[in-house]
């Protein structure tokens, strides 16, 4: 626990990554029981991290489980690399693993994530670990643990169903935009974590392996990649992704996800691109937005 | 450190584990990981192990990998039959031996043509699917010949890996209806680990 009243300390060695062999190894072994059963939460024993829940400790520790020196690490919080909470556990890793960070989504090797999928479509050698709060998509329908874990078993799903629905019904569309239900590979129901909808297609078919991490519910599920992930949907109103009505105002990409930023006092606001990596790829790549710097300004 | 140095075969297994525990356990975790992700593609796996005959290098890896005094080890009559086989293990991993392929967590397969059953190892239950065993296979070649396809396979995949028993196929189908539960299998041989989970459907190629 004391890892950041220690830090100027250079003679103090960390474990490799900060967790002791015995509690990688097993959780390990959820990551592999994870990846031969899609979708389903394993239990494991999550250690107490030097980081409050909400920085993700179940994200990092599947992250300290999984990665090794040869690794190449990305960090990103809502789509950014630059964030408190990203600049914390990348420096976490940097200094207790010693592996090389990167803000590239191409560069990268690990990438640890709160609340999105990176634009730049990932590659077969990646893993991306989610970090999430909570990990039981049926949690808002049965609060108790033992019932949840019976519905899973008997794939008894019908009142997510009823509850889209009833969505349906009072709104006309499903209202819910973050944390959208999926089907994994046909049989199990996930959450797969606070993303927004817009990035559900994108764990699809992913080449990518992705792991998810729970550390205040000490669970552990995964996609392997080229795995189905549909999102729950019905005949008479399909699942949808939402659509920007302009492009991102500094790089001018379309079909990305986009975030507001208020400009100034006045009302005037704009829609950027809420995945910093790939905005700046495209402006050094020469693309301009309406509210993009003109060119020889710097981006 | 007061250890004994008369026992020669304590000696020899102090010679012959991970040479950084650390990082060759980091390295054949991920080659486990990533070989149970994409379904019969072979990861290479590092096997500068020299474990006692007949263990190969690469199916101890992976048990020094991801074993210890939590994750009881089932071994097969040919390795069961060599006491320097479970010492090795046990000094290296703290994990315990057991004689009933039911208690296992992981299981040591040197011989697959005589494997049991599958159903002799923990299924796991529909609660907790991942209380299943996983079963490490030693195979002395990987080829060709059979056909995977799901999650982790893109499309079709070609595999294949020798000696497996003749009615490999139907254990596997076997196995495969029985999602979510079931056991998972990796197979070490030459040079690396390719993994067959519970949720692949195995066909003639
Ligand atoms: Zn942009």
Known sequence: ?299 | MSVATSDTSLTSCLATGFIDPVLDGQASFRAAMWALSRPGRVEPIAAALTPPAPLNPEAAALVLALCDYETPLWLDPALARVPEVAAFLRFHTGAPVVEDAAEARFALIAEPLDMPDFFDFAQGSPEFPDTSATLILQVEAFTGGLVLEGPGVQGRAAFGAAPLPADFIARMAENRAGFPLGVDLLLAGPGGVAGLPRSVTVKEG
């Not at chain 1, 349906?168 to 944390?179: L, M, N, P």
């Not at chain 1, 990035?199 to 078919?205: I, Q, S």
Request: charged residues 25%; aromatic residues 8%; proline residues 8%.
């Open chain 1, 1 to 299: 626990m004391n890892a950041h009243a220690v830090g100027g300390m250079p003679e103090i060695t960390y474990n490799f990554a900060y967790l002791d062999e015995q509690t990688k190894r097993m959780i390990r072994r959820a990551i592999l029981k994870a990846i031969a059963v899609p979708g389903y939460q394993v239990p494991f024993a999550a250690r107490e991290m030097p980081m409050p829940y909400g920085w993700g400790t179940g994200g990092v520790q599947v992250t300290a489980a999984v990665l090794g020196p040869k690794d190449v690490l990305k960090v990103i919080d809502q789509g950014a690399d630059d964030t408190t909470n990203a600049v914390a556990i990348r420096g976490f890793f940097e200094k207790t693993a010693r592996v090389a960070t990167t803000t590239s989504a191409v560069e990268a090797t690990v990438i640890q994530t709160r609340h999105r999928v990176p634009e730049t479509p990932l590659a077969e050698h990646q893993i991306l670990v989610y970090q999430v709060p909570i990990p039981e998509p049926l949690r808002f329908l049965e609060p108790r643990e033992t019932e949840t874990r019976q519905l899973h078993a008997l794939a008894e799903y019908g009142l997510m169903h009823v509850k889209l629905y009833e969505d349906i019904a009072r709104h006309g569309h499903i209202a819910t935009t973050y944390a959208y239900p999926v089907e994994v590979a046909g049989r199990y129901v996930m959450d797969p974590s606070p993303i927004p909808k817009f990035d559900n297609p994108k764990l699809d078919d992913c080449p990518a392996l992705q792991l998810f991490g729970a550390g205040r519910e000490k669970r552990i599920y995964a996609i392997p990649p080229y795995t189905r992930v549909r999102s729950l949907d019905f005949e008479d109103h399909p699942f949808k992704v939402q659509r920007f009505a302009k492009p991102c105002a500094l790089c001018a990409a379309t079909g990305v996800y986009l975030d507001e930023v208020i400009l100034d006092d006045k009302g005037g606001r704009m829609f950027v691109c809420s995945d910093t990596d790939y905005c700046n790829g495209r402006q050094v790549a020469g693309h301009r937005g309406e509210m993009a710097a003109p060119v020889g300004e710097g981006a």
